[in-house]
């Protein structure tokens, strides 16, 4: 079964501690893109990575880092900077950056809540 | 990314075509318009794209006037599981493929 898997589903931060968001695909996309969406808004995009061991920041990523060691990994890092991370989280892969297809396919989303 | 105009909402009945209009006029010639949809608490599903000609698969079709400046997607026999809010994202290869989302328009469809 090809497609993006996100986990977990729902996670817990305390004060000040640092949390990380798994993102895994299978689909051999090139291009991973993390998301936040707040209640009763759009997406906003933290981060994003067209290849391995590259990454580039997005509209929002203070507080935020990730890694990009392997295609199919992306995780995101939630640090103790970010002030205000309750959020809906959601993770995207795209095909290959250069051939002009850039539809992004989504994860099911991770929900951080603040303790 | 040119800005896009969406209906914050709209109702359709179950079995008709549902039309959603969108404006983007300030839409450049090399931006396609992307449209997803997101159901409550799910991740964003990607329905069609297109630049210039007017496109047409499983899910939906979209009309994209002349001039580009606005666009609609036509969901053609709406079910109750359509129901969700409709994103149209007008995206340049210069923007990095950073998508924009908006606010989208949230629809309902009744029985």
């Known amino acids: 079964d090809g497609g993006i898997t996100q986990s977990p589903k729902y996670l817990f931060r305390k004060e000040g501690q640092n949390v990380t968001l798994s993102c895994e695909q299978n689909l051999n996309h090139d291009a991973m893109y993390w998301y936040r969406q707040d209640p009763g808004q759009g997406l906003r995009l933290i981060y994003y990575s067209q290849i391995v061991n590259d990454f580039q920041k997005g509209d929002i990523a203070e507080g935020y880092s990730v890694s990009r060691e392997k295609k199919e990994s992306f995780p995101l890092t939630v640090t103790s900077a970010q002030k205000n991370p309750t959020a809906f989280y959601l993770c995207?892969?795209?095909?290959?950056?250069?051939?002009?297809?850039?539809?992004?396919?989504f994860g099911p989303g991770t929900r951080l809540l603040v303790l | 990314d040119a800005k896009t105009t969406q209906p914050p909402s709209m109702d359709c009945a179950e079995g008709r075509a549902a039309n959603l209009p969108c404006n983007h006029s300030t839409i450049s010639g090399n931006e396609y318009v992307y449209w997803y949809r997101q159901i409550h608490s799910q991740g964003p599903q990607y329905i069609i794209h297109g630049l210039k000609n007017n496109e047409t698969n499983e899910m939906a079709s979209l009309i994209i006037t002349e001039d580009r400046k606005s666009s609609t997607l036509i969901l053609p026999h709406a079910t109750l599981r359509d129901t969700a809010v409709y994103y149209c994202i007008a995206q340049s290869k210069a923007a990095g493929n950073k998508l924009t989302f908006g606010g989208g328009t949230r629809v309902l469809v009744k029985p």
């Open positions: 995207a892969s795209s095909i290959d950056h250069a051939s002009g297809w850039e539809t992004q396919y």
